[in-house]
């Protein structure tokens, strides 16, 4: 069977997306797709499964099973949020800056893309990642066997298992908490529905986790040292102020909306 065929029975899906699956389902890369193929009949009813699962929902990413992520490509499930453009756009803002961090923390590490990205760009610093959900961790662990990278993976509530030498000494914290608002929930498109909730809403307002980060953070930071949080579009005027004793101002992501506080730890 000749690819064009197959994606020509997937018309209830965009064509990118079918493309994309056809793609993961025989190993081919997209220019491949485009230029057709003969299909196996194992390959093809892959890829049917693959219209099935994304047919009810599933994100797209799950099912193609990585994401790649800055230099470096991390496997997804739903045990872990799907990294999004945006945080990757923090990472490249993060990392066209000039110096070299030497300890760099990342809370909320999920998947483990940013500290895994900070790594293989920054490959002497020492790297440490936090995450209250297990799932998260062993998803992350694996991503940086993949990548063959030394990430130090902790278990528990955002800095909390952190060791305690790590005070005042952090040259870069960031974090992508989660930030939407229960309320929110009811409004999330059906495949954001189907990732992890914990990494999705932080509670009642959205903002807990940011104002925690905010309150924290220069406890750990070196002088001098800068905080990178992404934060809600709806939240960013009210979150800046959260950050105590840092120099805080609001970046905009590419499409214009207030998703960042970056700041610097003020020294007295
Ligand atoms: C928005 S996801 C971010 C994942 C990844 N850093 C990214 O950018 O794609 C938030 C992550 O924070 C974790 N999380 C939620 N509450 C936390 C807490 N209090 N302390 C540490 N991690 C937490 C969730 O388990 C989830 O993996």
Redesign the pocket.
């Known amino acids: 069977m000749r690819s064009d065929d197959l994606l020509a029975e997937s018309h209830s899906l965009p064509r990118h997306e079918a493309e994309r699956l056809l793609a993961a389902a025989t190993g081919r890369n997209r220019s491949q797709v485009v230029l057709g193929f003969d299909v196996t009949e194992a390959e093809a009813a892959e890829f049917r499964s693959f219209i099935r699962r994304r047919g009810s929902d599933e994100p797209l990413q799950y099912i193609e099973g990585t994401v790649p ?1 800055g230099p470096v490509t991390v496997r997804v499930d739903d045990r ?5 453009p945006e ?1 990757e756009y923090l990472f490249e803002l993060l990392t066209s800056r000039p110096g070299s961090p030497s300890v760099i923390v ?10 895994l990205a900070l790594k293989a760009t920054f490959p002497d610093a020492e790297v440490y ?5 297990g ?2 961790l062993s998803v992350a662990r694996m991503n940086a066997e993949k990548n063959d990278l030394d990430v130090t993976f902790l278990d ?3 800095f ?1 298992p952190l060791p305690d030498h790590l005070r005042e000494s952090v040259d870069l914290l ?6 939407l608002a229960e309320s929110e929930v009811a409004d999330l498109p059906r495949d954001v529905l189907m ?2 909730r ?3 809403v ?1 509670g009642p307002a959205g903002d807990e ?1 940011v104002e ?1 980060i905010g309150r924290d953070a220069a406890l750990w930071l070196s002088p001098g040292g800068t905080v990178a949080c ?1 934060v809600s579009e709806f939240h960013a005027d009210v979150v800046i102020s959260y950050f105590k004793d840092i120099e805080a101002s609001v970046v905009k992501d590419l499409a214009g909306r207030d998703r960042f506080v970056v700041g610097v730890r003020t020294v007295e």
Request: proline share 9%.
């Open positions: 992520f872990v949020l799907v990294p999004r945080t990342d809370l909320c590490t999920g998947s483990g893309n940013l500290a990642a936090t995450d209250l959900s799932d998260a528990g509530d955002l909390d960031v974090a992508n908490p989660p930030y990732e992890p914990g990494a999705l932080a986790l925690r992404e």
